[in-house]
């Protein structure tokens, strides 16, 4: 008598399966996608401190163009934009959007210098597809990165 009962309880856990399997796999992409979004943001962080202190004991600015190209292209450590740029070991650098170094005050000792970059991150998991699908498409393809940091010129 007692299997009988089970046998007919078998479509509704997997009906509860089929409710609760969307929330599981967005909370683990999320988690996943919020881990390597923050390793980014963490990334190109340091790197505009590195690019700003190379930029105060007086190294040139350099120039950047988009798409990974000026002194992205290579490892070129001889200005402070390609010091940037090879700090952000890891991040593929075609998303890399903008990189400026700046001498708001002028470029003299005792001024400040700010160097600011701006990273695109690229989910790595099929998060956006999930939450799409459930949310008719609130959800963007990429997330700005960006980070500022000013140092006194030596």
Known sequence: MRSRFNQRDGGQSLAEFAMVLPVFLILVFGIIDFGMGLRAYIT?????????????????????TS?????????????????????MNGLNLTNVDSVSV??????EPGKPVRV???YEYHYITPLKAIVNFIS?????????????????LE
């Open 44 to 64: 190109v962080a340091q790197a505009t401190r590195e690019g700003a202190r190379y930029a105060a004991v007086g190294n040139p600015a350099g120039t950047f």
């Open 67 to 87: 798409g990974g190209s000026g002194d992205c292209s290579g490892s070129v450590t001889t200005s402070a934009v390609g010091k940037v740029c090879s700090t």
């Open 102 to 107: 700046t001498y708001p005050q002028g470029n």
């Open 116 to 118: 600011q970059a701006s």
């Open 136 to 152: 008719a498409g609130s959800l963007n393809d990429t997330i700005t990165v960006t980070s500022a940091t000013d140092m006194r």
